[in-house]
């Protein structure tokens, strides 16, 4: 799983940088998904498909950085990306996607490498036995915890109302008509 350096594991809940190879985009994804709900208080996944979009997300200085395909981002933006993981020391998780294997992009010459040696300590392979049904497990629970979230604070607004309603206020809801407001709903307070 982990080619050297840090077990895959670990790599889901520290904070170091980590080239996420094999797999399909969305197994990618599932694992920088579940790597991100350790870093939720920090903000939500930020997902980088562009060269443009990593200049933004090289400005956070903390929560999680995905890259689905880092082969797919020219060598200019890759140096950035190097650049930011050898001198800023406070910075995002960046969890560097890429399809197919490590070797093959070498040879082809789509990834740079002083970027393979600043990941090389952090590296997952997807296609390795096992890993598919990992992920498979992983997006299930994901799918689950979302529900679960969900339903939470579907409950807690509830309770919120009840409590404004014993309290005297009264929670009506007024759909806005008008074409020039995008709102689909306002909630109206009035105290009783």
């Not at 294997?101 to 040879?107: L, M, S, W």
């Not at 740079?112 to 390795?128: F, G, I, K």
């Not at 498979?136 to 969900?150: E, F, I, P, S």
Request: net charge positive.
């Amino acid at each position: 799983m982990a080619s050297q350096g840090y077990g895959e594991e670990e790599l889901l809940t520290n904070r170091a940088s980590v080239l996420v190879s094999g797999g399909t985009e969305d197994e990618r994804r599932t694992w920088a998904s579940v790597a991100a709900r350790n870093f939720l208080h920090e903000g939500a996944l930020l997902e980088v498909r562009q060269n443009e979009q990593l200049a933004e997300a090289l400005k956070k200085t903390r929560g999680v950085v995905f890259i689905p395909d880092v082969a797919r981002l020219n060598f200019v933006t890759q140096g950035l990306l190097v650049r930011c993981l050898q001198t800023q020391e406070e910075r995002p998780k960046f969890i560097v996607g890429l399809s197919g294997g490590v070797e093959p992009a070498r040879g082809k010459g789509t990834l740079r490498e002083d970027l393979l040696y600043r990941l090389h300590r952090a590296h997952v392979d997807l296609s390795a036995d096992g890993m598919r049904e990992r992920m498979a497990q992983r997006r299930t629970q994901l799918a689950a915890d979302d529900l679960a979230r969900k339903a939470e604070a579907e409950r807690l607004a509830a309770e919120k109302v009840a409590q404004m309603k014993a309290s005297g206020v009264s929670v009506k809801s007024a759909r806005m008509h008008s074409r020039s407001l995008s709102r689909s709903a306002s909630p109206k307070v009035t105290r009783g």
